[in-house]
């Protein structure tokens, strides 16, 4: 991270008003691991006060016992049960209490222990991962925190089951271009980030196999962001003889310049640790006849909503080249991050600290009004040929705004007061879209393999089989009543196999799943079609009734057949 001096020497000689952006971003950087800078401003001298007159009629009143009383200023609205669309990144415990406020369904705070949140808001922990240095040299190992321990980070998944996991946040950027020695965000090469999630994978999924695990969210999905990822891909294949088994896939979204206009690396989004800086997005230079071309990320970008879709949309193509558009995709952070201090009118400056190429300043206002914009994307924004099939072909299953309150990069973009007091316009307008979202569950099996083989041994004649199936919730809401799901032989659901009991709490959003099972036994050698249906008892209102039902074919051999072996 560049110091604060330099920026400023920097920034002193910079040519253009404009400059002052990216230096901006140098100063306060775009990772969440910024030094602690305060940017000030000219301070304007108070008004005279006239002094006050003492009154000749008036005498001292006598001095009398009071009880002060402790004043409550936090404003509340009211609680909105918790959107699991609609996740927030929080930074303190005193924080958390705004979340029923809000109606946020999930948080994080960048790391692997939660605050004491409400039980109705899921917690999303992230590990982080870099790799090891000797000086400005990168070695070819990584470390992770917590460790890869029983008594580490297995400590933490038994304190946190059934909890999604994302591997790391933002390996892709590496220190500023002047100072090697500095640390970005988790700072790792591609090849060495495919062995640390290969092995923090595994060792989840052995201490907690009801876990979910997610790829960590790069800065944003640029073509060398996704060079990055295809490197991740590859190199896990070369590894691991297979595909990365990732649950849910996971995106950063900022629209930022990783160049400067020359090329060289710019310290705002940088280009991607061990990425061609050929592919880096740009500058415009101060000129806004550039904006919009190939390989150009003005400031004004910033909050262009097209070019928001657009890196949408080519993380689901990516998504989809690799075989993995049937899984869900979060966006676990992204709001403005450009800084704004007001030198006159907050709700319309002619000058302010910060401009894009059109002379705009980057205000609380601004900022509303793409939250808003970003929030209709998301919630409308599906595409058959790109979507996740399970959830209305929806390209975001979930999505986060940074930040709560945050004291860095992003400040403007605050959705509580920095007294934690009240809201601000931000998040007052977070919360309104919130509310104005209806509230829905709609549980459903997936599909079950087509054919499920069992044997009979010829002593006996009979065979036994075990029927399992995965149930998940597209809704936007967690359900509160535990639901029945029966297996049966028969169409109409008159000749139960067996069931099972999924418990209240069974997440929305696609990013949760519940495993039920149960033994079907005395098969004789022969064919038998079986159904599983989720809220057999119908108890559960849901959104949709129509989609409760899966059904697959139990074929039960007379022999076994086995195979070798062969490894190699």
């Not at 089951?161 to 988790?186: M, S, T």
């Amino acid at each position: 991270m560049i110091t604060l001096s330099h920026a400023v020497e920097t920034f002193l000689r910079g040519e253009r008003r404009l400059n002052r952006v990216r230096l901006a971003l140098v100063v306060l950087g775009v990772s969440l691991i910024v030094s602690a800078a305060v940017l000030t401003t000219p301070s304007l001298a108070s008004a005279p006060r006239s002094p006050s007159k003492p009154s000749a009629e008036a005498a001292p009143a006598a001095l009398q016992p009071r009880a002060y009383l402790p004043i409550i200023s936090k404003h509340y609205g009211g609680q909105i049960a918790p959107n699991c669309r609609y996740g927030v990144s929080v930074s303190s415990q005193l924080q958390i209490d705004w979340l029923p406020d809000l109606g946020a369904g999930w948080y994080l705070n960048f790391g692997p222990n939660s605050y004491n949140g409400p039980s109705t808001v899921r917690f999303i922990p992230v590990l982080r991962v870099h790799q090891d240095k000797n000086g400005c040299q990168y070695l070819n190992t990584y470390s992770i925190a917590p460790s890869l321990k029983d008594n580490q980070l297995g400590s933490v998944i038994a304190a946190h089951p059934g909890a999604l996991w994302l591997v790391g946040n933002e390996p892709d950027r590496g220190p500023n271009p002047e100072n090697c020695l500095g640390q970005g965000q988790d700072d790792i090469y591609p090849e060495v980030y495919a062995r640390a999630y290969h092995d923090t994978y595994t060792f989840i999924k052995a201490q907690d196999p009801t876990a979910q695990v997610a790829i960590a969210g790069l800065v944003e999905v640029t073509p060398g962001r996704l060079q990055y990822l295809d490197k991740v891909w590859q190199s896990y294949r070369e590894t691991y003889g297979g595909n990365m088994p990732v649950d849910v896939w996971n995106m950063h979204l900022y629209i930022l310049p990783e160049a400067m206009s020359d090329g060289h690396p710019n310290g705002i989004a940088n280009v991607a640790v061990g990425t061609d800086v050929g592919l880096a997005m740009r500058e415009s230079g101060g000129n806004p006849a550039r904006c919009g071309q190939p390989g150009i990320y003005c400031f004004s970008d910033h909050d262009n909503i097209a070019v928001f879709a657009s890196q949408v949309t080519a993380m689901r193509n990516w998504m989809k080249a690799h075989g993995q558009q049937n899984k869900p995709l979060i966006l676990s952070e992204y709001s403005l991050l450009y800084p704004f201090e007001d030198y006159n009118d907050p709700v319309n400056p002619t000058t302010c600290y910060l401009q894009d190429e059109y002379g705009k300043c980057f205000t609380q206002q601004r900022v509303t009004e793409f939250l808003k914009k970003s929030f209709n994307y998301l919630e409308t924004a599906a595409d058959p040929n790109l979507g996740f099939p399970l959830d209305h072909n929806r390209l975001v299953q979930q999505w986060m705004w940074f930040s709560l309150n945050y004291q860095g990069a992003g400040y403007v973009s605050n959705l509580i007061t920095n007294d934690l007091s009240s809201l601000s316009a931000v998040g007052e307008a977070f919360r309104t879209a919130v509310q104005a979202q209806p509230l829905a569950v709609n549980l459903f099996p997936e599909p079950v393999p087509a054919l499920r083989a069992g044997y009979a041994p010829p002593t006996i004649g009979k065979g036994t089989v075990t029927l399992s199936a995965l149930v998940r919730n597209n809704g936007n809401t967690a359900t509160t009543t535990p639901t029945t799901v029966t297996f049966y032989a028969d169409s109409a659901y008159q000749k139960p196999i067996g069931s099972a009991v999924i418990p209240a709490g069974l997440g929305g959003c696609m990013t949760s799943v519940a495993s039920v099972t149960t033994t079907w036994t005395d098969l004789a050698v022969g064919r038998y079609p079986y159904w599983v249906y989720v809220d057999s008892d119908k108890k559960l209102a849901e959104s949709d009734e129509d989609d409760n039902v899966t059904s697959g074919y139990v074929q039960i051999f007379p022999d076994r057949v086995w195979l070798p072996l062969v490894v190699y």
